[in-house]
């Protein structure tokens, strides 16, 4: 089993939309989750953390954590074109490091 | 500011080649990082160091070699590199290496590739 987990997609949602992007992580003892969002050919730009279960809200992202069923995502709601990109899920683990998921790329249509 | 500058931003080497890759970070951070990225994957460790001391080596071949000369800099030589070794490299920084709530943050990377 991956010690992170994402569907690799492409996801495909038309503009406006609110697109779904899931994640699940194999450690219980982690602590601390973040998304990150890679446009083609750039490096990560962190867009969301969160440490306690529940929902975290930015703009028009909302992190979900549910430490329980080991589960995080984010949503993003009125989707735009310039949101496509793909969303790397990381965990840290119990060595101290940053475990990545492989990535959903997701593409907004207009 | 949430900056890692990274330079320079293209490389492109011979196998024989010997070339340096330079992080620099202005935010007071103790932890910087070394990852590589190959076409449509997640990053990949390579180094961590903390307080300036390597804390960790994810058995990186010695053709990498990296250096941390103060607490803003961070460096990534270079030698004998491979074509397999072609990848965008980057460099992340973030207040202390833990568990909890540490934040890294990346630098724009270092398109490298190797002839």
């Known amino acids: 089993q991956k010690e992170v987990e994402q569907n690799s997609g492409p996801l495909s949602v038309p503009e406006g939309a609110i697109a779904s992007l899931n994640c699940t992580y194999s450690?219980?003892?982690?602590?601390?989750f973040f998304w990150y969002r890679q446009y083609s050919g750039k490096s990560p730009e962190l867009i969301m953390f969160i440490y306690s279960n529940g929902d975290k809200e930015d703009g028009r992202f909302t992190a979900q954590l549910n430490k329980a069923s080991q589960y995080v995502s984010l949503l993003i709601r009125d989707s735009q074109p310039s949101d496509s990109a793909t969303y790397l899920c990381?965990?840290?683990?119990?060595?101290?490091?940053?475990?990545f998921g492989q990535g959903t790329e997701l593409s907004v249509k207009p | 500011d949430t900056e890692v500058t990274q330079t320079p931003k293209h490389l492109v080497m011979g196998m024989t080649n010997k070339k340096s890759l330079k992080c620099e970070q202005h935010?007071?951070?103790?932890?910087m990082y070394w990852y590589k990225q190959k076409a449509k994957k997640p990053p990949e460790l390579m180094f961590v160091?903390?307080?300036?001391?390597?804390?960790i080596n994810e058995s990186v071949p010695s053709r990498f070699s990296p250096e941390c000369p103060n607490s803003s800099l961070l460096n990534l030589h270079l030698h004998a590199l491979q074509p397999e070794d072609s990848a965008l490299y980057l460099c992340a920084s973030s207040q202390v290496l833990s568990l909890a709530k540490n934040i890294q943050y990346f630098g724009a990377g270092t398109r490298l590739s190797v002839l």
């Open positions: 450690d219980r003892g982690s602590q601390s």
């Open positions: 990381a965990v840290y683990n119990q060595g101290g490091k940053l475990i």
């Open positions: 935010m007071g951070h103790r932890a």
């Open positions: 160091y903390s307080y300036e001391k390597l804390s």
